[in-house]
């Protein structure tokens, strides 16, 4: 593993201890982090595998970073994104709905670039990828649902982080798939002369 990818994984391990110290809700941390101990390894396994490129690295990095600061203050009571709700007049805080779109953004091209090992054809890679990131998505959403069934209502709705919003795994999915589309766009557009040729 290259020097620079290994610098990557330090900061977030720096970053991620950082925010592990006195979470605002400890349990609730911890659930949100049980992830984190299954697919972190795996990432520096897929990355070793693979060889991630800088950017898609970049974009895992930020992904786990705003997922930490999501554990440590919870999802649904982020005070850094307070004056981004109050500026656009949100009636919610709209951190975790922002976390899943960029889910879609930025997830994106590293499973991409594992993706297109096996897929050679651009095109549909792009769609392996794209159905990959919705299947994600909704299949969280019925992990968090489980995951809330089975613990103390207050835990759980710190957790799920729905604020009252019914239709909040709905449009949480929705806008990871949008995020998801964003990308296609920009990979079809930065392939066209490949798809020209096809």
């Given at each position: 593993m290259p020097a620079s990818h290994k610098w990557f994984y330090g900061l977030y391990i720096v970053?991620?201890?950082?925010?592990?110290?006195?979470?605002?809700?400890?349990?609730?941390?911890l659930l949100e982090n049980v992830l984190v101990f299954i697919f972190f390894?795996?990432?520096?396994?897929?990355?070793?595998?693979?060889?991630?490129?800088?950017?898609?690295?970049?974009?895992?990095?930020?992904?786990?970073?705003?997922?930490?600061?999501?554990?440590?203050?919870?999802?649904?009571?982020?005070?850094?994104?307070?004056?981004?709700?109050?500026?656009?007049?949100?009636e919610r805080n709209n951190f975790d709905r922002m976390?899943?779109?960029?889910?879609?953004?930025?997830?994106?091209?590293?499973l991409f670039e594992i993706i297109i090992h096996y897929i050679k054809q651009v095109k549909l890679a792009?769609?392996?990828?794209?159905?990959?990131i919705a299947t994600i998505a909704t299949l969280y959403?019925?992990?968090?649902?489980?995951?809330a069934m089975t613990l103390y209502p207050e835990l759980g709705m710190a957790y799920l982080g729905t604020?009252?919003?019914?239709w909040?795994?709905?449009?949480?999915?929705?806008?990871?798939?949008?995020?998801?589309?964003?990308?296609?766009?920009?990979f079809y557009w930065h392939y066209r002369k490949a798809f020209e040729r096809k």
């Open positions: 970053i991620w201890i950082a925010l592990a110290i006195d979470p605002k809700f400890p349990d609730d941390w390894p795996i990432v520096v396994w897929l990355d070793i595998k693979y060889k991630f490129s800088i950017t898609a690295l970049c974009f895992l990095l930020l992904f786990g970073i705003l997922h930490a600061l999501g554990a440590h203050f919870t999802y649904a009571k982020m005070p850094y994104f307070d004056s981004i709700t109050h500026l656009f007049g949100f976390v899943h779109f960029l889910f879609g953004a930025l997830v994106f091209k590293p792009l769609l392996f990828v794209f159905t990959l959403e019925l992990l968090e649902w489980t995951a604020q009252g919003d019914i909040d795994a709905h449009k949480d999915t929705l806008v990871a798939i949008i995020g998801a589309l964003c990308n296609i766009i920009f």
